[in-house]
Structure formats: structure tokens, C-alpha cells
């Protein structure tokens, strides 16, 4: 058996004949029934633990005015953590918007009236800027226009192009700088370790207080160095230290992991909620892609949490455009049937793309992890990030933020655009309104946009598969998103101009006539992106849901909901996982996803001790003495213990915890709570412990932590109904039996390392416990 073959114990329920985990001590002792790190906690444990608080609670609010008040606190609690939780990262997505604008600002140029203003916001308050040239003003100038005087010409293009480099360089250099000296953990998009933490998973410090701010402060750098990441994925880790951080403040989440866990899963509905302006979408993320266990309870808080972050992300309202993104746009053009062709044809393209990024970034990742890359994290993004600043400089499209991107290739062409992708032939007698402008002659800027875009997607394909996995901070939504859009936007023109010179043709007859407005590229763009972030995710529902709710387009649910479909098809063809889920495995963390286990196996061939290992070990009820169990814990390193009635019949009684017998047993606990206690005291789980001559030494009782109800299967038991019952009662362990008696044990890392050997992969991967 292997060393952390064995987990942790469930507590003893009060209908089995054992009082609580804590009755053998007169006031709780620390740490009893907490867990060690990188281990799962027993949801059955944490359950049972809940329901006797609140029994307790409910019992004593009827004693006294005081205690009814109290209950009446407790039960509030959850709401305030909610509260609370939603002003935190509702405040903290707004400050990382409003800093990231302006460090983005900051690689080119300078606001004189005012340097902590963005280019945007330095024009806005200028009284000299016309609408034509309202990115123009002379409060903002660039750097090579401050230094030298001369904006015009190769040596302002050269300087310019110089400092971007160097800005992009720095922020990338401090960002990696601060993960790696002050908390390693604030590295990657963190959605892959939020979802392992809510499924019972222990890392300590991965939601911890230096690991909020260093997150914070690095994600603003991350993003305005220009590397092809995005700040969406790691917001939801953000809003889940926040979570974690106000549990502390309550002992009914502090001390309990599973309702913790619940208080995580509404965290992360509101960090979508303010990363995307969709609350909505946060809900059903937090409730398809991220939670593993999600009661109604938690619906409901998770839908608070979320509107009180996007209540107070508007407040700040950090886009000056009172939307919660940067990206909100209107449609004024139906959409028509024929179009979903080419709506279900991007959707293929999603799907291709999510799987070749995902073989292609997990191959890397994976090399990163097994050469001598991985020992040089800060050299990596620093080169990482120089090649994106030297090759996305000479591209306008890749110059700017990503986010700024997105936004003009969602936006509709009405007549006040001065983008170069609306630079189309007017007709000269046009009378329209301005909202219904007909389909027009594409002019030299829309074909000069469309080399540029293809340059951009190509660029932006290729580096974000090296980008996403660094030791900074690197979400993958947006940048999915910029590769959908711009194909989507490529696309959108085609379309429009098919439509717009062969209007004859039968499949545009019906729809489009001339000087009509039938085709919006924009709609394209927002489809490709939905289809595209579905083909790495795997989101279906909240996706759609979230687009919708980040765009304004309630009209087009059903090209997206067709996209996002056909991405997830295609894309499941290839490989069932999404990245998060890849990225789970690569890392080896014991994670149980939702597929259907359907290999004909039995409990027998999957638990230990297999026919050439050592016997289990097993303390008996009434023949072990407190040496016994002292070496047992010394030369072992198991979680867990059962226990039986005697070594021949190994009847099983119940399961003891490590931890709480090594608390139970030790010399200062042992003493205190037993006089006369000594290391050749017998050691008693039964109800009653036999009158000894006198001259035998005091005997230890620990009946009290004994779990008197293990969770037990019959080796006969299919490995599909074993697996059922570890994904859905969130089990750490369960014993096998067979008419009673004791034949060996089952963990989850035992499950998932099977799992592994029946998809031909290596049962190895799964690391921890």
C-alpha cells in the first residue's frame, strides 16, 4: 500500500452510538479535525460537522434573548460574506481597469496636464479636441514627441518603438519579479487550482492574503506589458482570496472546509460577474465550469454576490461609458437564416482552434515543467514578452490592448466611425438615417485593415500559446476571444461584400437587397469570439449567456448558441477536455471530472493492498497499547486507520483519523485528559473498557474519535458504481469488505490513478492525495 494510500476519517454521528469529533476533550483542541495540505477533505465529515453546529445553535437560541440573537447572527453571516465579498472585488476590478488603461496608455505616451490620466482621459478634458481627431490633443503627447519635439518621421517611429519595447519589457520583468519573491502562487489564470480547491482540494497560501495583493498588483502589470493574456480568468481568483478572506471572520466558515467552499463558489460568480460586467454569466460559470458541489443556498448567494459586485464595479464605472465593459454594443440589423452557415462555420473554426491550442500549450507547459526551461521563469517572460512588444509594435491592431481590440471589431460601422475599418465608398446621394447605413463598396482601408487583422490573428495564435502558463499572472478569455474576433470580423466582411456585388445570387435573392443594410460585420466578430472561447473552455450555457450580457446582444442568442454548440462538437471530437481541465491533470492535482466512467471493473482490482503488498495496517479495539499505535504512526505514513475487532477476524468496527489520534494520543493530551496514562496503556475503541487489576497501568478510551460509520463497498462492487459514489458524496476514502470483514481500502488518488490506466495514460500523473 502506498504511502498516502490512506485518507482522512469521517467524524462519528451522533445516531451511530459516538458523540461529536471533539467530546473526548472538554474544550476543543487545535487543529483537531482540520487537514494536512495538498490533501481532500471528506465532505461527509464537513457535513455532519455543519449539522451539528446548527443543532446547537437552534438548541440554545431558545435558552435566552442573547442566544436568539446570536442564531439570528449566524444565520446572517452568509449574506454579509456575501456583501462583503462583492464590494471588495467589485472595487478591485475597477481600480485594475482604471490602472491598466493607463499603463497601457503609458508605453506610448504622457498626459502633461495631468500623467495619471490615460490618452482617453486626457483628451476629455480637452477643450482644444475636435470629434474628427478626438484621439488627437495637445495635452497627450508620445514619448518621442516629449524627448525630441518631432513627432513625424523614422527617427520618432524609431524612439517610440524603442521605449514601447522597454515599457513592455519592464512590467513584464517586475511582475514576474513580485510572483516569484513574494507569493508563487498568484501565477497562471488560477481557474484550473479554483476548481481542484471547490471540488476538496487543500492548498494552503493559494488563497491567501499576500497572495490577493501580489495578484492584484501584478495582473495590472501583466496586462499593460501587451502580452497575449487577459485579466478576466485571474479576476476570478482574485475574488476568491477575497472570499477566503473574509471567512476568517467567521468561525462558521473558518472552521468548517466545506462551507468554505460554498462561500468560494459565489466568490467566483462574482469574479466573472465584475471581469465581464455579467452577473448572470458569473452564476452559471461559477455553477457549470468552476463548482463541484452548488446547493440552491448557494444559487441564491451567488447571485447576490454577483450583483453586488456589478453594482459597485458601475459606481466606479472605470470605461467612462457607464456599461461595466469596455466592449458594449448595438446592433441595429436583424440576422437571417442563411447567415447561420457561416455562423456554424466559425463555430468549426472555434473548435479547431481550442484543440490545437490546447495540444500545442499543454506540450510546452508540459516541456517547461521537464527541461531546464522551468528554472529560468523570469528570463522566459522576459523573452516572451520582447518578442510580443518588437512584433506587435508595427501592427495597430496588436499595438493596443487587447481589450481595445475586441471592442472596435464588435463595433457596428455607423456614419460618425473614423476606425480604418469603416473606411468604405459612400454613395453620394445616401439619405438613410444614420443607424440603418446600406452595404457598401469595402474601400482601401477596410482592405489594408483586413492584411492587418490576418497578421494579427496569426500572431496572436501562435504567442498566446507560449504566453498562457508563465509565472505571471494570465487569464485566456480575452485573448480566445481576440482570435474569434478578428476571424470573425475577416469573415463578417467577406459576407457583406458577397452580398453587397452578387445580391442576385439565390442564397442572398430573399434578404438582401440592394441599398439595403443586410450584413453587420460586428455580429461576425462577436460569434467568432463566442465559438473561439468555447473551443478552449468548453463553456456551452454560460458562455452564451455571458456574451449576451457583455455585448447587449439579447437579439443574437441563437448565433451564438449555434456556435458555441458547434465549437464544443467539433472540439470534443478531438479530446473531451477543456484547458482548465488539462491543465488539472498536467499538474496532477486529484480532481474527479464529470465524464462516465465505463470500464467493466470491480472494487477488487482497484483497492489495496494489491497480492504482493504488505498487509493493511490496522489498530484492533482492545489489543493495542499506546506504543503499538505510537510506532504505527512513526514507520507509516497513512491518513487513516481502520479498525477491527481482532487481527484473525478482522471484522471492521470504524476508521480513526492520523491526526486525531496523534492528538489523542499524545503524552500532554493523554495525561491531561487521562491520569496515569503510559506508553504500555492499552488502548480501548469500545463502548466500555474492562475492569484491569491494579497494577495495570491507566487505560486510554478513544472511542470518541472513532468514525463508527465508514463508508464501505463489497469487492464485488462495479469500479462505475464506485466512482459514482466518490464524485457525488464527495468520499476520501472507502473501505472493502465482504461479509464483514475487513479486505482492504479504496482512496480517491486509488480511483483517479485507475481512471488514468483505463485511458491508457499514466497513473503516475496523479501527485497528491
Not at 468548453?538 to 455571458?546: F, G
Not at 479530446?575 to 464529470?594: F, M, S, T, V
Not at 462492487?717 to 464506485?722: A, L, N, R, S, Y
Request: charged share 20%; net charge neutral; proline share 5%.
Amino acid at each position: 500500500m502506498e504511502p498516502d494510500a490512506i485518507s482522512n476519517a469521517t467524524p462519528t454521528e451522533e445516531m451511530n452510538g459516538a458523540g461529536n469529533l471533539m467530546d473526548f476533550l472538554d474544550e476543543p483542541f487545535p487543529d483537531v479535525g482540520t487537514y494536512e495540505d495538498f490533501h481532500t477533505i471528506d465532505w461527509l465529515r464537513e457535513k455532519s460537522r455543519d449539522t451539528d453546529r446548527h443543532r446547537k445553535i437552534t438548541n440554545k437560541s431558545k435558552e435566552s434573548i442573547w442566544e436568539f440573537i446570536k442564531s439570528l447572527l449566524d444565520a446572517w453571516s452568509g449574506w454579509v460574506v456575501m456583501l462583503l465579498i462583492g464590494l471588495l472585488s467589485g472595487t478591485l476590478a475597477g481600480v485594475i481597469d482604471l490602472a491598466v488603461d493607463w499603463m497601457t496608455d503609458l508605453k506610448e505616451g504622457v498626459c502633461l496636464s495631468a500623467f495619471w490620466y490615460s490618452h482617453e482621459q486626457c483628451c476629455w478634458t480637452s477643450n482644444e479636441t475636435t470629434f474628427d481627431d478626438r484621439d488627437k490633443c495637445p495635452q497627450w503627447q508620445k514619448w518621442a514627441e516629449l524627448m525630441t519635439g518631432y513627432n513625424e518621421g523614422a527617427g520618432a517611429y524609431l524612439l517610440n518603438y524603442f521605449l514601447y519595447v522597454m515599457w513592455a519589457l519592464c512590467f513584464s520583468f517586475l511582475a514576474v519579479s513580485l510572483v516569484r519573491v513574494f507569493a508563487p502562487y498568484a501565477c497562471g489564470s488560477g481557474i484550473p487550482e479554483i476548481k481542484t480547491i471547490l471540488s476538496g482540494f487543500i492548498i494552503r497560501g493559494y488563497l491567501g492574503k499576500w497572495t490577493l495583493l501580489i495578484k492584484t498588483v501584478t495582473l495590472v502589470l501583466a496586462v499593460s506589458s501587451g502580452l497575449s493574456l487577459g485579466k478576466e480568468g485571474p479576476l476570478v481568483h482574485v475574488a476568491c482570496c477575497c472570499g477566503n478572506l473574509f471567512c476568517s471572520l467567521f468561525s462558521k466558515y473558518s472552521k468548517n472546509e466545506g462551507k468554505r467552499r460554498e462561500v468560494l463558489s459565489a466568490a467566483a460568480a462574482a469574479g466573472v460577474s465584475v471581469a465581464f460586467g455579467a452577473p448572470i454569466g458569473g452564476v452559471l460559470f461559477s455553477l457549470e465550469e468552476v463548482s463541484y458541489y452548488f446547493p440552491l443556498k448557494t444559487l441564491w448567494r451567488s447571485f447576490f454576490a454577483a450583483l453586488v459586485a456589478a453594482f459597485t464595479l458601475r459606481s466606479i464605472n472605470p470605461f467612462g461609458n457607464n456599461r461595466l465593459v469596455l466592449f458594449y454594443v448595438e446592433y441595429h440589423t436583424p440576422w437571417y437564416m442563411a447567415e447561420l452557415v457561416p455562423f456554424i462555420l466559425l463555430g468549426v473554426f472555434g473548435g479547431l482552434w481550442g484543440t490545437l491550442f490546447i495540444r500545442a500549450n499543454i506540450a510546452w507547459c508540459r516541456r517547461r515543467k521537464t527541461t531546464q526551461l522551468g528554472k529560468y521563469p523570469v528570463l522566459e517572460v522576459i523573452a516572451v514578452a520582447g518578442i510580443t512588444a518588437i512584433l506587435a509594435f508595427p501592427n495597430p491592431y496588436t499595438r493596443r490592448s487587447t481589450s481595445q481590440l475586441i471592442s472596435e471589431l464588435f463595433n457596428d460601422c455607423g456614419a460618425l466611425e473614423s476606425s480604418q475599418l469603416c473606411d468604405y465608398y459612400n454613395s453620394p446621394n445616401m439619405t438613410r438615417p444614420v443607424d440603418d447605413i446600406p452595404d457598401r463598396p469595402a474601400g482601401p482601408g477596410v482592405y489594408a485593415a483586413l492584411w492587418q487583422l490576418s497578421l494579427a490573428l496569426i500572431f496572436k495564435v501562435v504567442i498566446t500559446i507560449f504566453t498562457f502558463g508563465m509565472k505571471i499572472p494570465s487569464g485566456l478569455f480575452i485573448p480566445s476571444m481576440a482570435v474569434g474576433a478578428i476571424a470573425g470580423r475577416i469573415v463578417g466582411i467577406a459576407v457583406e461584400q458577397m452580398a453587397y456585388h452578387h445580391h442576385d445570387w439565390i442564397i442572398f435573392k430573399n434578404w438582401c437587397r440592394p441599398g439595403a443594410d443586410c450584413v453587420t460585420p460586428g455580429l461576425y466578430a462577436m460569434v467568432g469570439a463566442a465559438a473561439c472561447l468555447g473551443g478552449v473552455t468548453r463553456m456551452t450555457v454560460s458562455l452564451v449567456v455571458i456574451m449576451f450580457e457583455l455585448t447587449g446582444g439579447l437579439e443574437y442568442i441563437v448565433p451564438l448558441m449555434a456556435a458555441a454548440v458547434t465549437s464544443k462538437w467539433v472540439a470534443d471530437a478531438f479530446n473531451k477536455e477543456g484547458i482548465y481541465e488539462a491543465h488539472i491533470r498536467l499538474n496532477g492535482y486529484p480532481y474527479l471530472d464529470q465524464d462516465e466512467f465505463t470500464h467493466r471493473t470491480l472494487a477488487t482490482d482497484v483497492m489495496r493492498p494489491r497480492r504482493n503488498d504488505p498487509p493493511l495496517a490496522v489498530l484492533t479495539q482492545d489489543s493495542t497499547t499506546v506504543e503499538d499505535v505510537e510506532t504505527l504512526i512513526k514507520d507509516t505514513d497513512y491518513n487513516g486507520f481502520p479498525v477491527v475487532v481482532s487481527r484473525e477476524s478482522e471484522r471492521l468496527i470504524g476508521f480513526v483519523q492520523r491526526r486525531d489520534l496523534t492528538l489523542a494520543i499524545s503524552v500532554e493530551t493523554a495525561r491531561q485528559k487521562q491520569d496515569g496514562v503510559v506508553s504500555n496503556s492499552m488502548v480501548y475503541f469500545t463502548e466500555d473498557a474492562p475492569q484491569l487489576p491494579a497494577s495495570c497501568p491507566q487505560p486510554l478510551k478513544l472511542r470518541r474519535i472513532l468514525n463508527l460509520s465508514p463508508f464501505t463497498v463489497t469487492d464485488h462492487t462495479p469500479m462505475e458504481t464506485v466512482v459514482d459514489i466518490f464524485r457525488k458524496l464527495g468520499l476520501r476514502q472507502c473501505l472493502v469488505t465482504r461479509s464483514g470483514r475487513l479486505l482492504g481500502i479504496i482512496t480517491k488518488k486509488d480511483v483517479l490513478r485507475h481512471m488514468a490506466q483505463m485511458t491508457n495514460q499514466d497513473p503516475e500523473s496523479i501527485m497528491f492525495n
